[in-house]
Structure formats: structure tokens, C-alpha cells
């Protein structure tokens, strides 16, 4: 399903200049109404604005820094359960792997561009976004994508995790892999927990997705 176009853009960040700098970018490259590009400087506004903006039938662009911001990944996530047709683009000076992981897997309502990029990414990202699709900006797709991993990083699943992951990319029940394994089907629920707490997933469909991107799983065998 193709995702909802934004109408307009908020742009939530302390740093005055920045909004200003967005602001003038996106009214120049004329991808919202003028009057559809708004500013809400800090969280609590900002949830007025998108409660106020959705309670219109608005879509809405959120623009944001949340390592500047009185803001947890919990609660970007809270927000996006909470308005699941918003797009946030993450704008930050730097993010960790981690959380760019939970949030990019865990939704494509979600891009990043971080503030040291080039004005053409910058530009790439407000047109993307503006048609519904999601953006990573290079640099951040070179950190995702990096072998220079440490051993823990590359492999954090044991060989027999990695195998009940394949299983489960296969599309094979928890009885089925306990019955090809000689294993109880208890020993391979616990086997599940330990990847999901590995891999900081929730359900194993974010497992096999991020088993894709990290080449755990080959996608040729992915089961659709």
C-alpha cells in the first residue's frame, strides 16, 4: 500500500537558525503551501500542532532533532502508533546505529538525513518525503551497510540462532522447526526470545527484516 503524501511540514527543532534554513528551503523548492510549513520549536507544541494538523485530515512532515529535544525513541515511537500516516525526518547532527535501526525497520515513516550533508541531500530528502517515500541519506547507509563491524556486531546470533532464523524466514511454524530440529518446541521458543532480545525486535517478522539487511538471511530464500 502506498504511503499517504504529506501536506504540509513542521518543523520541530530548538535551533532558530535551522528552522529558518528549512523553512526558506522547502517555501523555495515549493513543496507545500506557504501556509503549510509551520514551526513548533519544542515537543510539547509540537504534539499540539500534529493533534491539530490530523484533527484537520492533515498529513503531516515532521522535521525533527530529537536529541535536542526533551524526546525518548519511546516516544517517537509513541507518536508514530499514536499518527501512523506521519512522516518524521530525522535531522541530527549524529544518531547511534541502534536506534536508526529501530526506528528505519520499524517503520518507512520514518528518513534521516543528518545536518553536515551536502544541500542536494538535504533537498533529496524534502522531495522524497513530500511524495510519500522514505530517505536515508548516503552517509547513513554507508554506517548500516559497513563490514567494518566488530565480530559481536556482524554475528551477534549463535550458529543454532542463525538457523532457527533461516527456519523462520522459510516460514516454518515453531513445531515445524522443533520437529526437523529433534528439539522441544519450549527449547525453540527460547531460542526465539534469545533473537528477539539479540536482534532488539519485537515479533519475528522484524527479525526476518532485519536478518535481510544485515545478510543473516539470503533474500533469494526469503519466504513471501
Do not use: W
Not at 494538523?53 to 519511546?74: F, H, I, M, R, W
Request: hydrophobic share 45%.
Amino acid at each position: 500500500m502506498a504511503a499517504e503524501h504529506p501536506d504540509m511540514l513542521l518543523l520541530c527543532d530548538p535551533q532558530e537558525v535551522t528552522r529558518y534554513a528549512i523553512h526558506r528551503l522547502a517555501a523555495e523548492m515549493e513543496l507545500y503551501a506557504a501556509e503549510a510549513i509551520l514551526s513548533a520549536p519544542t515537543l510539547p507544541s509540537l504534539k499540539d500542532v500534529i493533534h491539530a494538523a490530523v484533527s484537520q485530515g492533515n498529513v503531516p512532515a515532521v522535521l525533527l532533532d530529537y536529541t535536542l529535544l526533551n524526546c525518548t525513541e519511546d516516544d517517537l515511537m509513541l507518536l508514530h502508533l499514536r499518527y501512523p500516516n506521519i512522516h518524521f525526518i530525522l535531522f541530527s547532527d549524529q544518531l547511534s546505529r541502534e536506534f536508526l535501526r529501530r526506528m528505519l525497520l520499524g517503520s518507512r515513516h520514518f528518513s534521516v538525513v543528518l545536518k553536515d550533508v551536502t544541500l542536494s541531500e538535504v533537498r533529496d530528502c524534502l522531495r522524497s518525503v513530500a511524495r510519500g517515500e522514505q530517505y536515508i541519506c548516503s552517509r547513513i547507509l554507508s554506517m548500516l551497510e559497513s563490514r567494518e563491524l566488530s565480530e559481536a556486531e556482524r554475528t551477534p546470533l549463535t550458529a543454532t540462532e542463525k538457523e532457527i532464523l533461516h527456519s523462520m524466514s522459510l516460514g516454518r511454524s515453531t513445531k515445524e522447526i522443533a520437529a526437523e530440529r529433534f528439539l522441544s518446541v519450549y527449547t525453540v521458543m527460547t531460542h526465539r526470545k534469545n533473537i528477539f532480545r539479540k536482534l532488539h525486535v519485537n515479533n519475528a517478522q522484524e527479525a526476518v527484516r532485519y536478518a535481510l539487511r544485515a545478510g543473516i538471511v539470503d533474500p533469494l530464500e526469503y519466504y513471501i
